[in-house]
């Protein structure tokens, strides 16, 4: 059974950091595209950033480029978003979302990914 678990969400104020974490389960990962996305109250689901299977080509929504980092550890299967920087507009559940059909590009669309973890929570207060 394939299973995505994301972890350290949290409540930040405006300004701060915090590191979210997704680690595969079940099957690898490490040759395919795996994204973040979020989504607000209300809201569609967002794209956040997409990194290779290589871990070398990274891509990233406007609204986050320069204060966010997307990386992975195909070793622990395990991807990564370092966020800095944060602003109240950046809360939101975060998702992790793993592809099974890319290995690069700019995957940027939900339908494009195949798995998905249960999300985690950033509160970002002012």
């Known amino acids: 059974q394939v299973q995505l678990v994301e972890s350290g969400g949290g409540l930040v104020q405006a300004g701060g950091s915090l590191r979210l974490s997704c680690a595969a389960s079940g099957r690898t990962f490490s040759m395919y595209v795996m994204g973040w996305f979020r989504q607000a109250p209300g809201k569609e689901r967002e794209f956040v950033a997409v990194i290779s299977g290589s871990g070398v080509y990274t891509y990233y929504t406007d609204s986050v480029k320069g204060r966010f980092t997307i990386s992975r550890d195909s070793a622990k299967n395990t991807v990564y978003l370092q966020m800095k920087s944060l602003k109240p507009e950046d809360t939101a559940v975060y998702y992790c979302?793993?592809?099974?059909?890319?290995?690069?590009?700019?995957?940027?669309?939900?339908?494009?990914?195949?798995?998905w973890g249960q999300g985690t929570q950033v509160t970002v207060s002012s």
């Open positions: 979302a793993a592809s099974t059909k890319y290995y690069s590009g700019r995957i940027s669309r939900p339908s494009e990914y195949d798995y």
